[in-house]
């Protein structure tokens, strides 16, 4: 996910958003492009947590490329809640929609319900779903293919070489991660430490904290305890959201200590002023408005039975107080892709292998 803030304050919104429960494929002669000529297809999105803007963002920018498509789009908010998202993927699997995107708060727990929905004809496209590359043309069920939101790999490794070079191959390095059991994003902390290791074996890994409530202030209070464990011998520290490493910042700051690299990822509004105001030194933006091109061009690609790649990474790009002023604003993106001018096609930086139109 993802870098994915307010993971845990997630849990205190609800969800009405329910699928009608009228047939989800059928004929509309007024709608010329997309899934097939005259048929709308309803993919149902299965968001992790609604409550955190990486996700709002993915959701809305999936929501107007699908239209053209000609594919609905209907998101249920999980909540962050395991056993709820089993519960929405059954009522997808109820309403008969044609495709299913889902981000997996636990794999193996949700396995059985996606592995009821293929059997049921729906495709299933996995969102992060698939942590380890898996070769071309291998089965991935129960996903029929995945999405990479990059930061495991290309952000995780942009970061390391960022921090490595920043402090000359030598210093100490903080990690923090979520507490909540989210795959990707421990995965993604994880390789931190291995490229830095890889890049400059003389930085020494302190350890990796875990923000417990998936924001600012978490991040401020694990960062504050490492401050006092390691006597303010901090020399960067890792987040894996900008929101932790925001918080990692005013710990430090408070503790004494002094200049330290300060790196996170996501992309949100609120790390692009920490990137403005010095509070972070590097930020890897996940790009979520192409993360959804991508997911609507390849669901539309499985509904019409065109070749899909099994795993696809997402382009993502690294900011620094260098470079910040030439980010695309996720809004704006999303604008543009609502009215037809950005695109997969249209300056979108999508990959290679995604061939819709």
């Known amino acids: 996910m993802m ?35 005259g048929t709308q297809y309803v993919v149902g999105f299965s968001n992790p947590t609604a409550a955190q803007p ?30 709820k998202q089993v ?28 592995t009821r929905a293929r059997k049921a004809g729906i495709k299933v496209l996995g969102f992060n779903a698939v942590v380890q590359t898996p070769k071309a043309g291998a089965s991935i069920a129960p996903y029929d293919a995945n999405f990479d939101q990059g930061e495991d790999y290309q952000g995780a490794k942009m970061l390391a070489q960022f921090v490595s070079k920043q402090l000359h191959g030598s210093g100490t390095v903080l990690g923090i991660g979520i507490s909540a059991p989210v ?33 600012i202030s978490g991040g401020e209070k ?39 690299v300060i790196v996170g990822q996501n992309g949100d509004p609120q790390g692009v002023t920490a990137i403005k105001n010095g509070q972070m030194a590097a930020m890897v933006d996940i790009v979520p408005w192409r993360e959804a091109l991508i997911a609507a061009t390849m669901m539309n690609d499985l509904l019409t039975g065109k070749s899909v790649p099994n795993w696809v990474a997402t382009p993502i790009a690294m900011y620094t107080k260098s470079n910040i002023g ?3 604003d996720w809004n704006k993106a999303v604008e543009q892709i609502a009215n037809g001018t950005l695109s997969c096609k249209k300056g979108g930086g999508c990959p290679s292998s995604i061939t819709s139109p």
Do not use: E
């Open 3 to 37: 870098h994915l803030s307010r993971w845990s304050a997630a849990l205190l919104i609800g969800c009405s958003l329910a699928f009608a429960s009228s047939a989800f494929s059928h004929s509309n002669p007024k709608q010329k492009s997309g899934a097939a000529a």
């Open 54 to 83: 990486i996700l709002q963002t993915f959701q809305k920018a999936l929501i107007a490329a699908g239209k053209h498509l000609n594919i609905k789009v209907l998101p249920i908010d999980a909540q962050l809640n395991v056993q």
């Open 87 to 114: 519960s929405d993927i059954d009522q997808m699997i109820a309403q008969h929609v044609n495709g299913i995107i889902v981000f997996p708060l636990a794999p193996s727990t949700l396995t059985p319900a996606l």
């Open 183 to 215: 795959p990707s994003l421990h995965f993604m902390v994880q390789q931190y430490q291995t490229y830095l290791k890889q890049l400059s074996p003389k930085i020494k890994w302190l350890g990796t904290q875990s923000n417990p409530t998936d924001d």
């Open 222 to 260: 694990v960062a504050a305890q490492a401050a006092t464990k390691y006597q303010g011998k901090i020399s960067a520290v890792m987040a894996y959201n900008d929101d932790s490493a925001i918080g990692a910042a005013i710990a430090l700051k408070n503790a004494g200590v002094k200049n330290p």
């Open 326 to 328: 030439r980010r695309l």
